[in-house]
């Protein structure tokens, strides 16, 4: 019995889930250091709400690496299809509840579908590739399906209003598809099609207002003026906090309040303030040896629909990190998009666990059933 | 075919180009990190520690607002508050003693103002002292150096020139709270924030748009000191920072006079109630006044707790205005409404009497007049005078409730009259139909006599009441009420004007009607027998009809109960509505004095009063000759008292 235990935990990946334990021990460093000195605004306790989400989200993980891959296949649609659902569900009540709505309220839970979709999506799209000429190199015709797949999701994501989920929808599908060996002149053609097409909107076909609208639309309570002001002040913290930081709890940028959202969306800029680039490499580091992780791990499995799966949810985590720190640092314009693990919230660390369970589950094929 | 490893094996090549791609994508934000914290690190540290960046709200002025003689009634007027940042204090001990010196409050209470504030951010500025004098911002300026930490907060402050004298119509201004945030940016498609200002009530709310501008920002940097500077975009770090002029807010002009809101203001002193005077060829509204009333100068400084508690505790309900916001039974000033009725359906004409014993028996139950005795013979004219209850419920009982609910409609009761300012009530013309929707019951005839003399269901409101005696005055024409006349940009261009707009015209079948409706309104006011005489004021021959409202219905022994003996909260409110000058009518007005008990004693005056100023002020040479008119009704009454036997100077009830 014990002999099989220690089996079991010799063969058990743990690289997952320790990986995200780490990055989430500096996250909620983070969150505490940005939020304790908000008592007046009743934030100096979000860390322990952290704290429990994390623990639901690693019992979670751990619950799925005990199914079998295969499940995952059985369900991809069901559960494209219920995200889907719920997408239509928060759609529905908005209108009700007049106004932007992105959040699903059953009694006392909160949740937020958009979320819980990107999952969905790349269940779907990792079923459909290994399904529907898995060998074939993707040209434009090849695309259709899959593009109705996302198109639809996106599409009523955009509307709730939500731009930048997705925008980011749009972003993994691409990733997804370049997984799947789109061909490189589709590639070309899409990519000059897409850049051309957009500056060419954005120049000569919309008006100013317009524009403005664009603007108020990615985030409808942040006018044009603010937003400038707040990217400023996120590059200010970033960059005081030169090569070693201000340390643990000095942010002065953030206790002034002058950053707005510091614990959602400018959480990497507090960390900056406080630990410097050397504190950046860091944590970029940690997030790299994650997605690294996860694209070996997609190269070793021995079932195609795994492997496009473990794409899908490192290409997830992945524009979640690259466009949050690009607009913090002023890379990109801002838009609500937290950074994973370390930005206050409980559905996006959901999707998380789920992500790792589904990757350490895939992993522990490879060992338990070889 | 393929085979599943297969599968995984050709698509190896792209794992790694993605895998590329990724470390270069992390690669571009460490360059970029490096950009901001070594290459231009030094600057944005001092950026964050020495001078800090704030961009501040520059709140565009309101617009002002003036009455139709161009006095100002609101004005924006500069306060100052003295402030205190913990963040920059150095030596407290010292810099709070010198503060405390010069505000003039000792060290203690100045250090628990700071200790209630201590758990909040030390950036954040704490009021010390609201509203300083000239003197204090003077001495805290020249020694600003010696005193770190400390500044002066400079805020426009709203400010109400007759401060209670017309509240309810000019409104006010308060921050837009938590609870009303989602609600007003839903309903303006604004963006509005925490802690704007916008028009809560009155014109400040019906015209906040045109009132309000438009705010603009600007960049402050802030030393270590706590002092501000402008911030000038020398080196060119940041993009996007652009200083933003407000655009003012636009003025506005009035219908109201201000010396009429005074003066109705005055006659309305220790009494609850209101009063509004309409111009009868144009529906302008030239007074609307109701008291108790509140300072709305305080709203816009954020309302100390103790200010809103005694507003909303108070009894009489400060915040309710009584002009509009408001209906009861109109009692006996809907008689004249019942007269006309009844004559233009040809139940009644100038000749018609009615015998009136004291009382009216319909069925079983018995309807009382409200003087015991009964008024004997009467007709149209002395009936409207002496307010006989008989002679209009006797007209009433030849016609049915619908009728007479068609004319009461036609006069604008029942409706909103379409005044631009926000919660009007509608009041109530009861049907038979109405009835029906509402109880399920049949309408009972004697329920049309309650309702003929303006009690039962029949609500109305003052504004109501003034524009249907407008209409009596001037032929039949019902003027859609208003208040505001022009509105002006900031350079004295007129934006928008507002011109009087006729809802409907009356065409009445007998030309006679309103010439007997007239006279027996001219005769309450100036025929000794008549119910308002004894309060009819001078020089502006007014006609008009007094009126008590029954707040509980009394019960047969209780029909003749002196209204003074009653518990004050069961006294009858008192109405009267009148228009001047009798012969040629310029002005509409109706009061109401919540248990005033008597039109006569209690509303009348009020009416006068306005009334008076108006003509005083408006119509000087009318004015004097009317005096002269008045001066020769008066010595023939008192001839005609010398020649009878004295009689008892009773007050008459109705």
Known sequence: MSQRFIEFFKRYDFSFIGSMSAIFLVGILNLYSATHAQAHDGLDDLYKSQLMWFLISVTVAVGISFFNPKTFERFSYAGYALTLFLVFLVMLMGKVGMGAQRWLVIGPIRMQPSEFMKMGLVLAMARFFTKVNPERELGFKELILPGIIVMVPAIMVILQPDLGTGMLLLFIFAMMIFYKRLKWKTIATLGVIGVVSGVLMYNFGLREYQRKRIHTFIDPYEDAKGSGYNAIQSEIAIGSGRLFGKGFKNSSQASLNYLPENHTDFVFAIFNEEHGFFGSVFLIILYLVFFMRLIWLASSVQRFYDSVLVIGIMSIFFWHTFINMSMVSGLLPIVGIPLPLMSYGGSSMLTFGVGVGIATSISNSRNFFN | ?654
Request: charged residues 25%; hydrophobic residues 35%.
């Open chain 2, 1 to 654: 075919m393929f085979g599943e490893e297969e599968l995984v094996k050709i698509h190896k090549e792209r794992a790694t180009l993605i895998s590329y791609i990724i470390t270069a994508a992390f690669g571009l934000i460490l360059s970029r990190l490096w950009y901001l914290q070594v290459y231009k690190g030094e600057t944005l540290h001092n950026y964050s520690i020495q001078n800090r960046l704030r961009k501040e709200v520059v709140w565009a002025p309101r617009g002002l607002i003036y009455s139709r003689d161009d006095q100002l009634l609101v004005d924006n007027i500069p306060r100052f508050d003295a402030i205190l940042t913990p963040q920059f204090l150095m030596d407290k001990e010292e810099t709070l003693g010198k503060l405390s010196r010069i505000l003039d409050i000792d060290m203690d209470s100045i250090k628990s103002i700071l200790k209630k504030n201590s758990n909040q951010a030390t950036y954040r500025p704490i009021i010390i002292k609201k509203n300083i004098s000239f003197e204090e911002l003077a001495q805290i300026e020249t020694q600003n150096a010696d005193l770190p930490g400390v500044s002066v907060d400079t805020f426009i402050s709203r400010e109400y020139r007759d401060k209670e004298v017309g509240a309810h119509l000019l409104g006010y201004i308060s921050e837009i709270s938590q609870t009303q945030l989602p609600k007003l940016r839903e309903r303006d498609k604004m963006d509005y924030r925490l802690g704007d200002f916008i028009g809560q009530f009155g014109i400040e709310e019906q015209l906040d748009k045109y009132l309000r501008g438009e705010n603009g920002h600007e960049f402050v940097e802030v030393d270590a000191r706590g002092r501000r500077k402008r911030y000038i975009n020398t080196d060119n770090l940041f993009k996007g920072i652009e200083d933003e002029k407000p655009v003012l807010g636009m003025n506005v002009k009035l219908t109201i006079d201000r010396d009429m809101q005074i003066a109705a203001f005055d006659a309305l002193k220790d009494k609850v109630g209101g009063v509004i005077a309409l111009d009868i060829d144009s529906g302008e509204v030239l007074t609307m006044v109701s008291r108790p009333s509140f300072d709305p100068s305080q709203f816009s400084r954020g309302l100390t707790p103790e200010y809103w508690r005694s507003l909303i505790t108070n009894k009489e309900h400060p915040l309710r205005d009584r002009n509009i916001q408001e209906h009861f039974s109109p009692g006996s000033t809907f008689k004249a409404i019942t007269g006309i009725a009844a004559f233009e359906e040809g139940e009644i004409d100038e000749n018609t009497e009615v015998f009136c014993n004291g009382s009216f028996r319909l069925g079983r139950k018995v309807y009382h007049c409200w003087k015991r005795a009964g008024h004997g013979p009467t007709n149209l004219v002395k009936a409207i005078r002496e307010s006989c209850n008989v002679y209009f419920q006797k007209a009433a009982n030849r016609m049915d409730i619908d009728t007479l609910a068609k004319y009461a409609k036609a006069f604008g009761f029942g409706t909103r009259t379409g005044i631009s300012l926000p919660r009007e009530v509608a009041g109530l013309i009861p049907t038979k139909e109405w009835k029906k929707k509402r109880y399920g019951q049949e309408w009972q005839p004697g329920e049309t006599l309650s309702c003929a003399i303006g009690q039962s269901y029949v609500l109305a409101s003052t504004i109501q009441l003034a524009s249907a005696y407008a209409a009596i005055a001037n032929g039949g024409k019902i003027y859609r009420p208003y208040v505001v006349k022009d509105i002006y940009d900031t350079n004295g261009e007129l934006v928008k004007t507002f011109t009087p707009e006729v809802l409907s015209k009356l065409n009445m079948k007998n030309p006679k009607t309103l010439k007997f409706v007239r006279e027996g309104l001219y005769q309450v006011v100036n025929n000794p027998k008549g119910t308002a005489w004894y309060r009819r004021g001078q020089g502006i021959l007014m006609a008009g009809k007094t009126g008590t409202s029954q707040v509980r219905s009394a019960s047969a022994d209780k029909v003749y109960a002196k209204c003074e003996n009653m518990d004050y909260e069961y006294r009858h409110h008192a109405l009267f509505v009148g228009f001047a000058p009798y012969d040629n009518p310029k002005i509409a007005a109706a009061a109401i004095v919540e248990h005033g008990c008597h039109g006569s004693s209690a509303a009348t005056p009020v009416v006068e009063a306005v009334i008076s100023q108006y003509m005083k002020k408006y119509h000087p040479d009318i004015y004097l000759k009317n005096l002269d008119k008045d001066k020769v009704l008066r010595d023939n009454w008192i001839r005609s008292l010398k020649a009878q036997a004295p009689a008892p100077a009773e007050e008459l009830d109705e």
